[in-house]
């Protein structure tokens, strides 16, 4: 089992910039890809970014040039960059981590909102 508590939300300007993160703990070695993923009022959770080892990392074309993703696996954090914010990246933003079994999200974090004002 995973646990993942994120934190680093909050409200900012649009055009503005916020860092995310994500801690993860306890069977830690059974992760093999770790992902953020965001969740707007009325909308569906969609993939933001995802990082794994010996791959580079994928972005959606929404945020593409504008968020980074990255892993400190000596920390055990996954953390997300993000610049030149817009109103519509507003949402709830999840940690999500994969074992090396099964594509799909094995754990998720609590959430943490960010939202942006223009």
């Known amino acids: 089992q995973v646990q993942l508590v994120e934190s680093g939300g909050g409200l900012v300007q649009a055009g503005g910039s916020l860092r995310v993160s994500c801690a993860a703990s306890?069977?830690?070695?059974?992760?093999?890809?770790m992902a953020w993923y965001r969740q707007a009022p009325g909308k569906e959770r969609e993939l933001v970014a995802a990082i794994s080892s010996g791959a580079s990392p994928y972005y959606a074309d929404s945020v593409k040039g504008r968020f980074t993703i990255s892993r400190d696996n000596a920390k055990n954090t996954l953390s997300l960059q993000m610049n030149s914010l817009k109103a519509e990246d507003t949402a709830v933003y999840y940690c999500?981590?994969?074992?090396?079994?099964?594509?799909?999200?094995?754990?998720w974090g609590q959430g943490t909102q960010v939202a942006v004002y223009s």
């Open positions: 999500a981590d994969y074992s090396a079994y099964d594509p799909r999200v094995r754990d």
């Open positions: 306890g069977s830690i070695f059974s992760i093999n890809a």
